[in-house]
């Protein structure tokens, strides 16, 4: 499973990109307006940092508007996926970008029949919310598990990028369905490690270390 940050800020993804662990970056306009940066400057910066996908999402809603929105994000850096909402426009422009040779994120999915069709125009991604399906009451991992059988009945080659994690479950459970990416926000990625036995563990090897006189 690759692992993206689900983020805009320069210092987290410098720091998570450090472990060497890090495949790709999302962000949406949500992200953006918390950096308090330029959307050009801001992804322009990320590709710099990063090797994989970084994801930039228009801000229009109509066909033209995210044409031309999108072809701007795209000459920033040759792995800017572009993003656009699951609307008949976005599928459209989606279609656009794909035949250009254009890696597509197509976001805001919450359904399977959704999903079938971003695969269908030609996305590289399709992102759907699990933590915001389950805030309403519904199994966002469910849509996860959906997914995938109708991606594999197919051979779609749309990788599941599963958005809107909010804790490591999320991540374990979209990995034992075979989802291909993640995208987790900074907390839930350092969560990711963390455990009172290992801390706990640590503490007494280090004691017991310490009391052995040794060096190595
Ligand atoms: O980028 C899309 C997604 O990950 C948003 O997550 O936490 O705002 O539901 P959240």
Known sequence: ??????????????????????????TNPSLILKSGRDIKEVIA????LVDGPVSAEVGATDLEGMKREGSILAEIAEQVA????????????????AEQGRMVNVTLCFS?????????????FISPFVGRLDDIGQDGLALIQDIRTIYQEYFFETEILVASI???LHVVRAAKIGADVSTIPYKVMR?????PLTDRGLEQFVKDWAATGQKI
């Not at 910066?45 to 710099?48: A, Q, S, V, Y």
Request: charged fraction near 25%; charge should be negative; aromatic fraction near 8%.
């Open 1 to 26: 499973m690759k692992f993206f940050v689900d983020t805009a800020d320069i210092k987290e993804i410098a720091e998570l990109n450090e472990t060497g662990l890090l495949d790709g970056v999302t």
């Open 166 to 168: 909010r804790s490591p």
């Open 191 to 195: 969560q990711l490690i963390e455990h």
């Open 112 to 124: 399977a029949s959704q999903a079938l069709m971003a695969a269908k125009a030609g996305a590289a």
């Open 82 to 97: 572009i993003k656009v909402p699951l609307t008949w426009d976005g599928l459209k422009a989606c279609r656009y970008f």
């Open 45 to 48: 910066e990320i590709c710099t």
